[in-house]
Each structure stands twice: as structure tokens, then as C-alpha cells.
């Protein structure tokens, strides 16, 4: 029997994607992960990536998904082999008969992924819908190989970008949500958009996830006014437009670079003068690492840092940090 197949189309980072699926609560996930669906293209979508994903026609627990990129060598799992180095990675590498490379979730020892450049199989069990987004969003951006993209939130006051740089949990989404809440413009929350040739950062306005914690008084009047509450209803993502209305996303030219080093009672901001150490605390997507020389992606990195004001930031209280982040790049 043939089994209808429900379309979407995602446009995120000048980057567009085309997904087919025959399980309709996927195409949410997606737009969970990568922002409405079928939203206008923009002007500067150049770049394409396609998907199908089919769950029905096997009898054995798995789903095909095969993608297709303007380039084959997109699609190789070498970003995701540079993963597995990482002591968070929640996935473990199994022998494999090449060209298909088999992944476990952590503590485990049966495959949950298995991939092959544009065929990759997923085991239906639970959490494959996210699997399967993140595999597409990482795949998405790896066809930018005109851009790096960081694991970093950015922000553009008066027209001028700041990366907010930290390891998870330093407070990054916090202060991108608290400036954009205070009239700011959010470029990105989670993932960061860097363009060398223009030394700009572009839009990458995915939902914004939004868990419970400390936050400054624009971004909870925000909650309020679309009546959500994490301490309420625990971990959520909220589409950026809703959450701040009016607020057009336009590229900006990088002008600052933030460093989060932890917490204190109140903030302290201070220039830096950028180095080695910098250089390293920059965390690039490992898509961006394998769709360029890696001699290329260092100066680029290299030459951000020098073209950009570097600080240094110990957070304090979302508000009184904020504030001093924008009365800085004003500056």
C-alpha cells in the first residue's frame, strides 16, 4: 500500500530544507528544532539540503532517511566522528563493515544510527524525532561552508553584533534573550552565524530554548505577556518572533566578542587582549570543521578575534549585566 507523504520546507540561515516523511509528529520536531515551516525564503538563501525519511515500508524498528546536498562530500559523517573525542558526546562508535559507520546511544550496544554519506537508518525508539532534527540541523549547516558557526548566542545592539561565547551554562541564552527582550535584536541563541568574508553575523534564529533559572525582568515580562512559565511547565522553546514581536533580523558586522567565565555579585567586563586562549575557547560546530582546510577555518578564526573588541565577563544579575554589555558596545 502506498503511504502518503507529508512535506515542509525550513528556511534557517540562508540555508533552505526540504524534507518529505511519512510520519507527520517528525515535521513538528523539525519545526520544534529549526523554526516555522514553510516560512517566507529570504533573499540570501542560496544553499540547499533535501530529506525523506520514511518509517512504514520496514518490519525491522528502523527508518530510512536519505538526504541529498548540492555537494556529495557534505554528506560524509566526518563531523560526526570528531565527536566521539568529546566527554559529553552522548553516543558511542561500533565496528562497522565500511562504507557505513554504526553509533550506540551511550551505555549501549545495539546500533541507534547507521550511516553512509546520503543513506543513514535510525532505530524508532524513543527520542529518534530528535535525533533526526539535530542530524538535519547539523547537516544544514555544513552546506554554509562560506560560514563558522559557534556553539554561541548572539545579539546585535545599534546595528552591531556581539558573541557571547562560554561553555554550557555560563548564562550565553540568558543575555541574548535579556537584550533582546530590552529591544535588541537577537541573531541567534544556541548557534551563531559567522561570516568571514564580510566579517558579519547573520541571522540563525532558531526557537529559543528557555528553561527555569534566572532571568531579567524584559525577558520575564516576555513570558508573561504569551502566559508561559518555565519554573511552571518546566524546559520550553518559543518561536523568536513571537516571543519578541517587531524584531527583524538582519547580518551585522561583528564587534564584539564576549567571554563568559562564571558568576559573582555583581558583573565585571573587561577588555582582553585576544590570544592563544581565546583562540581555543571559541567553539566552532564540527560541520564547520570538516567543509573547509582546517589551516583555513583557524586564520578566519584568527582574523575574527583581531577585527572584533575581545572582554572578558564574570555575570551577575541578568538586568544590571545586560545593561553593562550594551552600555559597553555603545561605547
Known sequence: MRVALDQAVFSLGGARLRV???????????????????????????FGL???????????????????????????????????????????????????????????????????????????????????????????????????????????????AVLLVGPKGAGKSTLAL??????????????????????????FRRPVGIKPGPRGTALAGALRRLGRSPERDGMMRLDADALFPGSEAAPAPLAAVIFLNGFAADPLLARLEPGRQELGRLQPVGSSLVNAKRTERVFQMTQLLASARVYGLIAGDPDATAEGIKEAIRA
Not at 550496544?109 to 547507521?114: A, G, Y
Not at 533582546?180 to 566579517?199: F, I, N, T, W
Open 20 to 46: 518529505e516523511s511519512d510520519d507527520p509528529p517528525l515535521l513538528d520536531e523539525l519545526a520544534a528544532t529549526l523554526g516555522r515551516r514553510n516560512a517566507d525564503v529570504g533573499p540570501e538563501t542560496h
Open 50 to 160: 533535501s530529506a525523506s525519511v520514511r518509517t512504514q515500508h520496514r518490519s525491522d524498528g528502523f527508518a530510512d532517511v536519505t538526504l541529498e546536498a548540492p555537494d556529495e562530500s557534505l554528506l560524509s559523517p566526518a563531523d560526526f566522528l570528531l565527536g566521539f573525542g568529546a566527554p559529553d558526546f552522548p553516543f558511542a562508535l561500533l565496528p562497522a563493515a565500511p562504507p557505513w559507520m554504526h553509533v550506540a546511544l551511550a551505555g549501549e550496544t545495539e546500533p541507534f544510527l547507521s550511516l553512509n554519506g546520503r543513506d543513514c537508518q535510525v532505530r524508532l525508539s524513543a527520542g529518534w524525532r530528535k535525533a533526526v532534527a539535530l542530524l538535519l540541523l547539523h547537516r544544514l549547516m555544513r552546506v554554509r561552508s562560506d560560514a563558522i558557526f559557534f556553539h554561541a548566542s548572539s545579539v546585535a545592539i545599534a546595528g552591531r
Open 178 to 203: 535579556e537584550l533582546a527582550g530590552r529591544g535588541h535584536v537577537l541573531l541567534g541563541d544556541e548557534h551563531a552565524c559567522y561570516r568571514p568574508a564580510s566579517r558579519e553575523i547573520l541571522p
